[in-house]
């Protein structure tokens, strides 16, 4: 299996949202905390993991600068599932998932949970609202069926 930068972007991005969402929580606790000892503690690993955000943001930055994704035509080919054809049509538009929730209005986690196959059953019209987004075929991006580029169309300054 060969593992791209893009699924490493992924796994990072989805890493970090819920690494966000314990900083929350550790925030809270801190604040309600009335022990020192408790407090420092969680004062202690906030730090650390404000520092282990700083890096994973600074990975995916790196790999999303180090080289443009141009997948290959087999690779579009054989994603056999709408999660495998979502992260690459992802890859493929240079957004994050982060950029592509907040384009069409939901939560990164949304998106994250598209992109790993936890949600099933996407219906038509967030699919309609997807491919838009990503510039890509529905049908593909559906259902596997066609190109992944939806033809262009030609106009009379186009040249043949």
Same mark, same amino acid.
């Given at each position: 299996?060969?593992?791209?930068?893009?699924?490493?972007?992924?796994?990072?991005?989805?890493?970090?949202?819920?690494?966000?969402?314990?900083?929350?929580?550790?925030?809270?606790?801190?604040?309600?905390?009335?022990?020192?000892?408790?407090?420092?503690?969680?004062?202690?690993?906030?730090?650390?993991?404000?520092? *282990?955000?700083?890096?994973?943001?600074? $990975?995916?930055?790196?790999? @999303?600068?180090?080289? +443009?994704?141009? #997948?290959? =035509?087999?690779?579009?080919?054989?994603?056999?599932?709408?999660?495998?054809?979502?992260?690459?049509?992802?890859?493929?538009?240079?957004?994050?998932?982060?950029?592509?929730?907040?384009?069409?209005?939901?939560?990164?986690?949304?998106?994250?949970?598209?992109?790993?196959?936890?949600?099933?059953?996407?219906?038509?019209?967030?699919?309609?609202?997807? *491919?838009?987004?990503?510039?890509?075929? $529905?049908?593909?991006?559906? @259902?596997?069926?066609? +190109?992944?580029? #939806?033809? =262009?169309?030609?106009?009379?300054?186009?040249?043949?």
């Amino acid at each position: 299996m060969v593992i791209c930068n893009v699924e490493i972007k992924d796994t990072i991005e989805t890493i970090t949202a819920e690494i966000r969402e314990s900083m929350t929580l550790l925030e809270m606790a801190y604040s309600e905390s009335e022990d020192e000892k408790i407090s420092a503690v969680i004062s202690c690993v906030m730090r650390s993991t404000s520092s *282990s955000l700083r890096k994973a943001d600074g $990975l995916v930055n790196t790999l @999303l600068t180090t080289k +443009e994704y141009a #997948p290959s =035509k087999t690779e579009i080919n054989t994603q056999t599932s709408f999660a495998a054809r979502l992260r690459l049509a992802l890859a493929h538009s240079g957004m994050t998932q982060a950029d592509l929730a907040k384009q069409i209005g939901v939560s990164q986690s949304t998106i994250s949970a598209l992109a790993t196959g936890r949600v099933k059953g996407v219906g038509i019209g967030r699919g309609a609202v997807l *491919s838009e987004a990503l510039g890509v075929n $529905l049908r593909w991006l559906m @259902l596997g069926e066609g +190109e992944m580029q #939806p033809a =262009k169309n030609l106009t009379q300054n186009d040249e043949v």
